[in-house]
């Protein structure tokens, strides 16, 4: 499978959408800050799954329907940052879709999740992670879980790998930066976390009108599982 993220920056970006889909034909994606009022039902053969409600920059997510059923979502606030408090830009960060893959013949769990931004602490960030990565296996109770999207962790990855590997999942970087903007905050803030899935290539795409490279990821279901 192909799962397209793509932080949309305030939506400017949702014009590149069916460009990119015709591009790197992928099975799923997974936006973040859209403008979700304004996003088709489908986008070449993909339709949309789910998307927040609350938020004035929002999550959403496509897939293909020839390869899936759509089962059920679930969308959630997590703990809020100072920034969130005062500018309310996003009150659900995690958008959890669970599909039925019509080939495999069993379910999957995916989700775009956005975390807080860069003035809030890595500490509040893992909160979210871990708060997210528990209420995806809520919806789907050990089914192959996959998280993608702006997890805003600019250092301390490794550590971060280390902690998400206790609780079972595997952190994984794209081959190279999908933020560029400030000098300073350059890095890898596009990433995937998976659970009882094989990733691939994480291949980081051309830049468009977004301060957020999109990344695309192949992922396939381990053996035995």
Same mark, same amino acid.
């Given at each position: 499978?192909?799962? %397209? ?15 990119? =889909? ?5 099975? =799923?994606?997974?936006? *973040? ?19 927040? +409600? ?16 759509? =089962? ?25 879709? +669970? ?18 931004? %860069? ?8 909160? +979210?992670?871990?708060?997210? %990565? +528990? ?71 051309? *830049? ?18």
């Amino acid at each position: 499978m192909r799962i %397209l993220s793509y932080n949309l920056r305030k939506h400017a970006a949702a014009g590149e959408l069916d460009a990119r =889909v015709e591009r790197w034909d992928p099975d =799923v994606i997974c936006l *973040q800050e859209a403008n979700v009022e304004s996003l088709p039902t489908k986008i070449d053969g993909l339709r949309l799954a789910a998307a927040t +409600q609350r938020n004035r920059l929002g999550l959403a997510m496509y897939f293909r329907e020839s390869s899936y059923r759509f =089962v059920e979502s679930v969308s959630m606030g997590l703990k809020r940052s100072l920034h969130d408090i005062v500018l309310k830009p996003a009150h659900e960060r995690l958008l959890g879709v +669970q599909l039925y893959d019509i080939d495999a013949g069993r379910e999957i769990t995916m989700a775009s999740f956005h975390a807080a931004p %860069l003035t809030a602490l890595n500490s509040l960030r893992r909160t +979210q992670i871990r708060a997210a %990565l +528990q209420a995806l296996e809520s919806l789907g109770p050990g089914t192959p879980t996959f998280m993608v999207g702006d997890y805003n962790y600019p250092v301390f990855k490794e550590r971060l790998g280390d902690r998400i590997r206790e609780h079972g999942y595997d952190m994984t970087l794209s081959n190279s930066r999908t933020y560029t903007r400030y000098r300073f905050f350059k890095g890898h803030y596009d990433f995937v976390m998976s659970r009882g899935l094989s990733i691939g290539d994480v291949v980081t795409l051309p *830049q468009g009108a977004s301060d957020h490279f999109p990344i695309l990821v192949e992922a396939e279901y381990r053996r035995g599982r």
